[in-house]
């Protein structure tokens, strides 16, 4: 699904991994509800890179990810 950041930031969202019936990985997005929120953390794999200078990463979007 579509995530949309509008601060001219790198933004490294929490996601968790799937993977769909053609073999193809997804990272779905699993926000926190604050930065303190480390609980939220728990049932996430890792974090996605996504760039700044772009508002929104439609579905199918293709970034860097980062395993805990």
Do not use: C, K
Request: without cysteine; hydrophobic residues 35%; proline residues 13%.
């Amino acid at each position: 699904r579509e995530i949309a950041f509008t601060p001219d930031l790198t933004y490294f969202p929490p996601v968790r991994l799937e993977w769909g019936t053609d073999g193809r990985m997804t990272a779905l997005p699993n926000p926190a509800n604050t930065s303190g929120d480390h609980g939220a953390l728990a049932p996430t794999d890792g974090v996605l890179e996504l760039p700044r200078g772009q508002d929104a990463f439609p579905a199918g979007f293709v970034g860097s990810f980062y395993p805990w």
